[in-house]
């Protein structure tokens, strides 16, 4: 047993989440924020089977692409406003972050 955890960008969440569905994949939604854009992501905590994960990576890849995107920098707080650049800059965003972890034991109550 696996557990998979997707960091995925909102705009990717409900595209991967119907997917998952239709799969027959079960998935956990949490709402999250990141660190460096402070956007809103999902996190998805899926349980699987060790000989789906292939399967299940393949349908994240599938359904979360990564973009570019003009993003305004936030400004410093309390921090050296030198290096402080005040103009919208392209950054990629999306795209997911997949973690695999061995589960030791499962239960369901």
Do not use: W
Request: charge should be negative.
């Amino acid at each position: 047993m696996k557990l998979v955890v997707a960091v995925v960008q909102d705009q990717d969440s409900n595209r991967l989440s119907n997917a998952l569905t239709k799969n027959d994949f079960r998935a956990t939604k949490l709402a999250s924020t990141g660190g460096f854009l402070r956007s809103g992501n999902t996190t998805f905590l899926i349980g699987t089977e060790a000989s789906l994960v292939p399967e299940l990576l393949e349908l994240i890849n599938d359904n979360c692409r990564s973009r570019d995107q003009m993003v305004a920098p936030i400004s410093p707080m309390g921090g050296n406003a030198d290096s402080y650049i005040p103009y919208p800059v392209e950054v990629e965003v999306g795209g997911a972050t997949v973690f695999v972890l061995p589960i030791e034991q499962f239960h369901h109550f």
